[in-house]
């Protein structure tokens, strides 16, 4: 058997802390800028806190059913106007576009 993973893609070996920020929450969520060439991770605070849904544990998505979530990343340049998001375990979403508020 294979451990689990956390939502960086590391193997857990040791059984971990499940309140550690690397496990259940949103912190491996990526986008990739195309056109820029560049990879944004998620954004901490300055206690090193993510900026991103946690205790992600809980949930249960069934086939055809959704959950929200966020992450937030540094902000893009404003010539972006689409990029790939990379959700662990979900794949690579691409051309999405991009929303400013």
Not at 49 to 61: E, R, T
Not at 72 to 99: C, H, K, M, N
Request: a negative charge; hydrophobic letters at 30%.
């Amino acid at each position: 058997d294979t451990p689990p993973a956390d939502s960086t893609g590391r193997e857990r070996t040791d059984g971990g802390d499940w309140w550690d920020q690397t496990v259940y929450s949103s912190n491996g969520v990526t986008i990739i800028d195309p056109k820029n060439q560049k990879l944004y991770k998620a954004a901490y605070a300055t206690n090193g806190d993510c900026l991103c849904s946690m205790a992600l544990n809980d949930v249960d998505v069934e086939p055809g059913e959704s959950y929200f979530f966020y992450t937030s990343f540094a902000p893009l340049p404003d010539d972006v106007e689409t990029v790939s998001v990379t959700v662990p375990g979900a794949g690579v979403f691409e051309q999405i576009p991009v929303t400013r508020r």
